[in-house]
């Protein structure tokens, strides 16, 4: 067996190799003093706007904020209901109880993992104000159905692509599918910062001029706040993290597809489940998630190969604790409860190389 333990994404080789721009991009932001919605910030804006073919883009301080914020301008608050899959990370709930309103949780699609389009359409009620899709692991949710609804109900669509950068649906970007997409940069993302950071993307005018807003205490200009706002701002420092990042990040998502590709050669054929893309989708594989039915002989595999794996997520949101008092229980959505018990993440991550690749596969093929 080659040496070596195989990391889950490897931050730290990630900045060795961009070191003298990274630090020569920081080092520039200090000596201008420039910290809070500085020069940089407004390039990132610009440049990930241009990168999501988005009209605009405000940066915020975290995904789970760019959400909630999202929610706020578009007039949601108590007494209104969103709805989104119970199969996601915890934050996309939390951003609707943020803003004041009600999740509404739906099971997902067995085959690509995302939010239901019919389980949706049940879903909607007389309060329903918002779909909040979620394009888990790097694949789109299937929007059209789900733009459907929306035009239908007349509902806001705001998109969870805390995981979808760079992603297309029928070619167009993620974020820029719904009314607002909302993007997290923390670390592990595929666009992530060296500390919490998050964007929002949107084509229309008059909401990105509310997120400026919003974001910084509801101020516009100094000192006059026609809102009620927040700090949530991003970083002047992350964000010039950011752009040397987002120059890569077209090749290093082609790296995430190359490496998904040999994952699914290598795996075709074995006991574990690959995963499917979608025919609308280009992928960008921040998780590459295989379903198998002896989830601890797969994980004790991968632990002896010295391989680091993960599961996303063990719970669905329904099942947990914090979200007891909206009344769901076990049996709620069997979709994501048969799918949860069954999943394992494997290391993915643009750096990855064959060798790793290999003993990841061979550790799963020996179940
Ligand atoms: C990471 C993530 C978030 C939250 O982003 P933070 O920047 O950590 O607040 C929200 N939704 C999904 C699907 C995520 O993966």
């Known amino acids: 067996m080659s040496a070596g ?3 889950f994404v490897d931050l730290g080789q990630q900045y060795q190799a961009l070191k003298s721009e990274i630090d020569a991009a920081v080092t520039a932001g200090m000596s201008r003093g420039d910290f809070i919605l500085g020069e940089d910030v407004a390039a ?39 709805i989104l899959p119970t199969h996601t990370f915890i934050a996309t709930a939390l951003a ?13 699609d067995p085959r690509h993992y995302t939010m ?50 760079g992603a297309e649906y029928k070619g167009r970007r993620c974020g820029t599918l719904g009314d607002v997409g909302c993007f997290s940069f923390y670390p592990g993302k595929n666009l992530g910062a060296y500390g919490d950071a998050g964007g929002i993307t949107t084509q229309r005018g008059d909401l990105a001029n509310q997120l400026r807003i919003l974001r910084n205490y509801g101020q516009q200009p100094k000192n006059v706040h026609p809102l009620k706002g927040f700090n949530s701002r991003l970083d002047n420092l992350q964000a010039a993290i950011l752009r040397v990042k987002l120059r890569r990040l077209e090749g290093s998502n082609g790296y995430r597809r190359s490496a998904a590709t040999r994952y699914g050669e290598l795996l075709r054929d074995s ?12 992928h960008v594989w921040h998780l590459y998630v295989i379903e198998t039915d002896n989830r601890p002989a797969v994980q004790a595999a991968l632990d002896a190969a010295g391989a680091s794996h993960g599961v996303h997520y063990p719970t669905p949101v329904h099942l947990h604790e914090a979200f007891r008092d909206l009344g769901y229980g076990r049996g709620s959505f069997p979709v994501a409860e048969a799918l949860t018990p069954r999943i394992v993440s494997l290391p ?8 790793q690749l290999q003993r990841v596969a061979t550790a799963c093929r020996s179940v």
């Open 96 to 108: 609707v109880w943020q803003a004041g309103a009600k999740p509404v949780l739906v099971d997902v």
């Open 44 to 82: 990132f804006e610009r440049e990930f706007a241009a990168f999501c073919r988005a009209e605009h883009c405000i940066g915020v301080s975290d995904g789970v904020d760019a959400l909630q914020l999202a929610l706020r301008v578009l007039g949601i608050g108590p007494g209104d209901e969103v």
């Open 116 to 165: 239901d389009p019919e389980a949706t359409a049940r879903a909607i009620t007389s309060r329903t104000k918002a779909l909040m899709p979620v394009h888990l692991y790097g694949q789109p949710a299937d929007m059209d159905p789900l733009l459907d609804l929306a035009r239908k109900h007349k509902l806001s669509v705001v998109e969870d692509a805390a995981q979808a950068h």
């Open 271 to 282: 006991k574990v489940h690959t995963p499917a893309t979608a025919p609308y989708a280009k």
């Open 348 to 355: 993915i991550f643009p750096e990855i190389t064959e060798d």
């Open 5 to 7: 333990k195989i990391p």
